[in-house]
Nanobody, 117 residues
Framework: DVQLQASGGGLVQTGGSLRLSCVAS????????IGWFRQAPGKEREVVSC???????FYDDSVKGRFTIARDNTKKTVYLQLSSLKPEDTAVYYC???????????WGQGTLVTVSS
């Protein structure tokens, strides 16, 4: 039973920071890429950052230099450090296990990040 659980969201002011966590279970975590996605009110879900099984990272241009993704295979956890937050970062953030072609195959519950201006 594949499960992903996202946590760590909250309400912060512009310029603030949060650390999101995604804890995985029920699959061979070490062999899968994990992605973070977000969905803002009234908008489509979009990719934020991904990390491959061997630690290679990808960031959307909108967050590059502000967000950092990392994984701890011992804890079966992927983290997303959000810094220098902007109001446009406000969204529900989701983590997902990714297929070999980088498509989401299993979603976790989202965690809400709200950035006030």
């Amino acid at each position: 039973d594949v499960q992903l659980q996202a946590s760590g969201g909250g309400l912060v002011q512009t310029g603030g920071s949060l650390r999101l966590s995604c804890v995985a279970s029920g699959f061979n975590f070490d062999d899968y890429a994990i992605g973070w996605f977000r969905q803002a009110p009234g908008k489509e879900r979009e990719v934020v950052s991904c990390i491959s099984d061997d630690g290679a990272t990808f960031y959307d241009d909108s967050v590059k230099g502000r967000f950092t993704i990392a994984r701890d295979n011992t804890k079966k956890t992927v983290y997303l450090q959000l810094s220098s937050l902007k109001p446009e970062d406000t969204a529900v953030y989701y983590c997902a296990a990714l297929s070999g072609s980088w498509s989401p195959i299993s979603w976790g519950q989202g965690t809400l990040v709200t950035v006030s201006s």
